[in-house]
């Protein structure tokens, strides 16, 4: 990895057949024996375990060759002989497929439509090395709208990108970032568009290459009613989901919000239609797309949990492309809560980049004011109704926070019913669940809750459970939930005013990995997330048919910060490879203390990887280590070198 340059990709178009059924073609094979019709081959060659709870494109799979792409010094000669002998060896065995694609340059082998029943001889061709399951790819879900306008400042001062804008001054001029994804609103004015949805021609100022290889109608999830699994192309890669908006802001946005790197240029792919989901085979298609269109990097915030295998193809062709000297970053996942190895390909790929999330120091929250204008920021409890964006309630309390009864664990009294009734009640946190807290307050009457913290910083209360909570539940902070007490046990009640305006305040997990940031290993117990970044309520671009900004939460916000860092560092220096890049991120990564007690010492290592980036310190960095991470293994007894 010791330059940057791309192999010449002259023979890319060559490769591509079509999507026909494979019909007989009569000649013998090009090179080694042909197997009998009908032979088995061994099923050591299907690798179905690969894929773990991912949904599965039906009937279609990945089947690769044996031979070399030409990314690692394989022939264009070679892959079409391995390609007419594998049609050959189908047609002695009297199998049909359906060739979806065709790789050559990242990974080597076809995406095929074919019954499970036949896989077994599909296997027995000796040109097949193996097969595996084309899984499906949810596109994220849609925020609610908002109408708040904070800064992405605050997530980026984390990693240090703004002292490298301002100090050093690097923007990312020059590098070109790929973001395979739902693609970009190309009339974004902080994208460089024109500010007026449908006036930006492709290809922009800023949106410089691209294609859409499934337009807007296309779905690949079969459990959908909107199950829409063939690709349309489009050569505008315009964005109607809002996802790749939103990662590529966090990369180089340069307008009403900042991103890292705001002066790269975009090639965007997009891989999702308007809703949905999509095919793997889709995204390594996008990825052949990157290199051709000679990305710098290439960022994909997208992925899909337990695939946790390097073998898998999208992995495979993750690695490829980062051997061609892309730097490939990719989101690791958001399937925290089921635990280790939920560490999702692409990113698991072992040239690739995989970004671990953390929580942004400052978030946005609803508020309202109290007696005296004192802005009360709130988060709001779900699933419940909504809390209200105007007028005034009044606010009750049945006891203060030294007696057992503020938590409202047990049913209120019927003296306290008779207080609550009509009127919002303070409720202590502690003791009970916060749905049976809001439960016990909807039995005595409340129109809604305002829970206050018992500890320092906020809460975001789950109110799941039987029976549906039917009022709204605020949580408050203790300081500002005990302030509220007092004064409404000093005079009945006390009077607060709603707003629909939302302020930035601390966020009490700012710093720390996110819940949902996916645990490592890979698989094979190979070392994963490699680094993190900001990702849990990163406030970016969103298309201008939808709401022109947006917060959202997942690794897929993390990713792009990389993204991002790995283009400053790109400019700073045009001479790092891809393993330069990775190291001296790694080498400069600031280590995290563990969510769940940080007083009890640091994150572990499989779900931070080696920290938070700070691309200041990388790129200023006198000394670089290595090798940035070491893999010992299983010890025996005694010394081991």
């Keep these: ?161 703004d002292v490298v804008q301002s100090e050093l001054g690097f923007d990312g001029t020059g590098i070109r970032v790929g973001v395979i994804d739902t693609g970009i609103d190309i009339d974004h004015p902080d994208l460089g568009g024109s500010g007026t949805p449908g006036t930006t021609a492709f290809p922009s100022a800023r949106v410089t290459k691209g294609y859409d290889f499934v337009g807007d109608d296309y779905n690949a999830n079969p459990s959908t009613d909107a199950y829409s699994p063939t690709p349309v192309p489009d050569a505008n890669p315009d964005d109607c989901q809002g996802h790749g908006t939103h990662v590529a802001g966090i990369v180089g946005a340069d307008g009403v919000v900042t991103g890292v790197a705001p002066g790269v240029t975009f090639g965007a792919y997009r891989v999702f239609g308007c809703e949905g989901s999509t095919d793997a085979d889709v995204m390594l298609r996008a990825m052949e797309r990157s290199l051709h269109d000679r990305m710098d990097v290439v960022n994909m915030s997208i992925g899909s949990a337990f695939s946790a295998w390097e073998e898998y193809p999208t992995a495979q062709a993750s690695d490829a492309l980062a051997r061609e000297g892309v730097v490939v970053v990719a989101s690791i996942g958001n399937s925290g809560a089921d635990g280790l190895y939920s560490a999702g390909a692409p990113g698991v790929g072992g040239d690739t980049i995989g970004v671990g999330s953390v929580d942004n120091i400052e978030f946005m929250a609803n508020f309202f004011t109290d007696e005296t204008g004192a802005t009360v920021p709130y988060t709001i409890g779900t699933p419940a109704p909504e809390p209200p964006t105007e007028g005034t309630a009044e606010l009750v309390a049945v006891a203060p926070p030294t007696d057992e009864l503020s938590k409202g664990c047990a049913p209120y009294s019927e003296a306290d019913a008779a207080t609550i009734a009509g009127q919002w009640v303070l409720v202590q946190r502690g003791d009970c669940t916060f749905h049976q807290k809001a439960v016990n307050a909807q039995a005595a009457g409340a129109i809604g809750v305002v829970l206050y913290n018992n500890v320092a910083g906020m809460v975001n209360p789950s109110l799941s459970g039987t029976p549906e909570i039917t009022i709204p539940l605020v949580a408050v902070s203790a300081a500002d939930g005990q302030r509220l007490v007092t004064d409404a046990l000093a005079d009945g009640s006390t009077t607060i005013t709603w707003s629909a305006e939302e302020t930035s305040i601390p966020s009490p997990t700012g710093g720390l990995i996110s819940s949902f940031s996916s645990f490592g290993t890979t698989a094979d117990l190979q070392y994963k997330p490699d680094v993190s970044a900001p990702g849990g309520q990163i406030y970016s671009t969103y298309p201008l048919e939808i709401q022109a900004h947006a917060t959202l939460s997942g690794t897929s916000m993390a990713s792009p910060h990389v993204a991002g860092a790995a283009a400053l560092m790109l400019q700073a220096d045009p001479g790092l490879s891809v393993h330069d890049v990775k190291v001296r991120l790694q080498n400069s990564a600031e280590q995290l203390p563990l969510n769940l007690a940080p007083a009890a010492g640091l994150e572990v290592v499989h779900r931070q990887g080696a920290g938070m980036i700070k691309v200041d310190k990388s790129i200023l960095a006198d000394v670089v280590i290595e090798p940035s991470f070491l893999q010992l293994g299983q010890q025996v007894a005694g010394s081991s070198t």
């Design 1 to 161: 990895m010791g330059n940057r340059s791309r192999r010449a990709l002259a023979g890319v178009a060559a490769l591509t057949m079509t999507g026909a059924l494979l019909s007989p073609v009569g000649a013998s094979a090009a090179g080694g024996e042909q197997i009998a019709p009908g032979s088995p081959a061994p099923e050591s060659k299907i690798q179905g375990n690969l894929l773990t709870d991912v949904t599965m494109a039906p009937g279609a799979y990945f089947v690769q060759f044996a031979g070399e792409p030409t990314s690692r010094g394989g022939s264009l000669t070679a892959i079409k002989a391995e390609r007419a002998q594998f049609q050959n060896d189908l047609q002695d065995a009297g199998v049909d497929v359906e060739v979806r694609h065709e790789f050559g340059a990242l990974w080597n082998g076809v995406a095929v439509n074919v019954s499970e029943s036949q896989l077994l001889k599909v296997a027995g061709s000796e040109v097949v090395e193996a097969v595996f399951p084309i899984g499906v790819i949810d596109a994220p879900e849609e925020p609610e709208a908002q109408t708040i306008d904070p800064e992405l400042f605050t997530a980026i001062t984390m990693t240090g990108s």
